[in-house]
């Protein structure tokens, strides 16, 4: 089965060619050459990218079962925030602010601030069954998973955390409004991509459509039609120029295929 996708509407960015997805509705084992693509809200899809596959909306579920939490790979953010705030639990007000499906949200360890989404994760089910999070090495934006994530188990505690929520709400108030794949770069240890970004005259910079936010500088943002092209010339000259300029190796946070 396949889902065909018009990455110029599906993705945050808005940019990208009509793809036809396999669609994987019962685990199997990983497909090499393919890219799994979640809700595409931290992708770059370029006119010719590998092989795509994504869950089926059967991957779409939550469980509360005494203190775990079991959430299935294709879950929006926003469904599992609806969820713990209904049920009164803390760790994942963030999600209220922060897209993507489950699958998307582990591998990248996606989070705000300090919370992080392996902050309370038990284990994952990949295509060979469940592996702990001691067998997984992870950090900022980071993970070194190697395998579709089918679900994902987490620990619970008990008292959802509104102030939480409300100091994220206020952390997005300054976020840029236009369609975004969220932070270009990721911050290099001890500095922000950001400030580098604009101590380089980059903050507002536009190629084509393409432009570093002029609200915040490591947000990559399509002010119309920009093309992969526009971006990925962008995210370029930017790594060139800080490179040259302090000698930091900006890595791009946004996923480029
Ligand atoms: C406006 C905006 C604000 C954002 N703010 C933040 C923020 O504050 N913090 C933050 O961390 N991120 C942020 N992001 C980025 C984005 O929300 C996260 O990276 C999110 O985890 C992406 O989830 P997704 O389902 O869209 O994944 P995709 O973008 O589709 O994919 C991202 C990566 O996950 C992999 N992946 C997806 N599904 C699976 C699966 N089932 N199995 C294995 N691998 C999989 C893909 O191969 C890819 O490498 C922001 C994005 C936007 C648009």
């Known amino acids: 089965m396949t889902r065909t996708i018009d990455f110029s509407q599906y993705s945050s960015i808005k940019i990208g060619p009509v793809v036809d997805v396999r669609l994987i509705d019962t685990p199997e084992l990983r497909v090499p050459e393919e890219f799994m693509i979640g809700g595409a809200n931290n992708l770059l899809v370029s006119d010719t990218p590998p092989p795509l596959a ?5 991957f779409d579920y939550i469980r509360l079962e005494g203190n775990r939490l079991t959430i299935g790979g294709a879950t929006k953010s926003g469904r599992i925030f609806s969820f713990v705030k209904k049920h ?7 999600l209220g602010k922060l897209p993507g499906t489950l699958g998307g949200l ?7 601030k300090a919370d992080e ?17 001691e067998e997984i ?9 190697d395998d579709i994530i089918y679900e994902t188990v987490f620990e619970v505690e008990e008292g959802f955390d509104a ?24 911050n290099p ?8 970004i604009e101590a380089v005259g980059m903050k507002g910079y536009r190629i084509g459509d ?3 936010s002029d609200v915040h500088a490591n947000f990559l943002v399509n002010l119309g039609k920009a093309t992969f092209d526009d971006a990925f010339t962008l995210l370029e000259e930017a790594r060139r120029r800080v490179f040259d300029s302090f000698g930091v190796a900006l890595e791009h946070e946004v996923q480029i295929i």
Do not use: C, W
């Not at 994504?54 to 059967?58: C, G």
């Not at 009164?88 to 963030?94: A, G, P, T, V």
């Open 117 to 133: 989404i392996f902050n309370h994760l038990v284990t994952i089910k990949t295509s060979k069954g469940y592996v702990s999070k």
């Open 137 to 145: 090495s992870y950090g900022y934006r980071f993970t070194d998973i």
């Open 54 to 58: 994504m869950l089926s909306k059967k």
């Open 210 to 212: 393409a432009a570093f």
């Open 189 to 196: 240890p001890g500095d922000y991509a950001g400030r580098l």
């Open 88 to 94: 009164n639990i803390k760790n994942f007000e963030y």
């Open 163 to 186: 102030e939480k929520l409300a100091l994220f709400t206020k952390m997005r108030a300054n976020q840029p409004k236009d369609p975004s794949s969220g932070s270009a770069f990721k």
């Open 106 to 112: 582990v591998f990248m360890n996606a989070g705000m």
